[in-house]
Every structure is written in structure tokens, then in C-alpha cells.
């Protein structure tokens, strides 16, 4: 590689799962669960729970990652 040549990055880990975002209502409070039943291909079904933090309010969506189930 001459100097010239950016150095090429190593690949990193990407989490296992799926991204899931969830907008908040107006009117949403710190504290409070947010639970969400997602459904899945397979016929099982998931629940993901969150409490609501000051960042999510600020944001207006709390975002998560499901995890992998073909991992569990």
C-alpha cells in the first residue's frame, strides 16, 4: 500500500436482530412502559418493552433492536 492509499478499516460487528421504531404520542411522559406485541413470520409472537426516557421524549420515538430469534 503506497501512502498515498487510505488504510482500509476492518469490518465491524453488526448487532443481530431487527430495528423497530416506535413514534410517540404528543403528550408522552418519562417513565412510563411501552410495550408492543410484534407478530413473526414463524407464528410466534414477541413482546418488546421500554420505559420511556428524557432522550426518547426529545427524539419522539424510542427506538429498539429485536433480537435475532434464530440466535436464541
Given at each position: 500500500?503506497?501512502?498515498?492509499e487510505?488504510?482500509?478499516?476492518?469490518?465491524?460487528?453488526?448487532?443481530?436482530?431487527?430495528?423497530?421504531?416506535?413514534?410517540?404520542?404528543?403528550?408522552?411522559?418519562?417513565?412510563?412502559?411501552?410495550?408492543?406485541?410484534?407478530?413473526?413470520?414463524?407464528?410466534?409472537?414477541?413482546?418488546?418493552?421500554?420505559?420511556?426516557?428524557?432522550?426518547?421524549?426529545?427524539?419522539?420515538r424510542?427506538?429498539?433492536?429485536?433480537p435475532?430469534?434464530?440466535?436464541?
Open positions: 500500500m503506497s501512502a498515498a487510505p488504510p482500509i478499516d476492518k469490518p465491524t460487528a453488526m448487532p443481530l436482530g431487527v430495528p423497530v421504531v416506535i413514534t410517540l404520542p404528543a403528550g408522552a411522559r418519562v417513565g412510563v412502559t411501552v410495550s408492543n406485541l410484534i407478530f413473526l413470520p414463524n407464528g410466534r409472537s414477541r413482546t418488546l418493552s421500554t420505559i420511556v426516557t428524557q432522550d426518547d421524549i426529545y427524539q419522539g424510542i427506538s429498539r433492536m429485536m435475532d430469534l434464530d440466535a436464541e
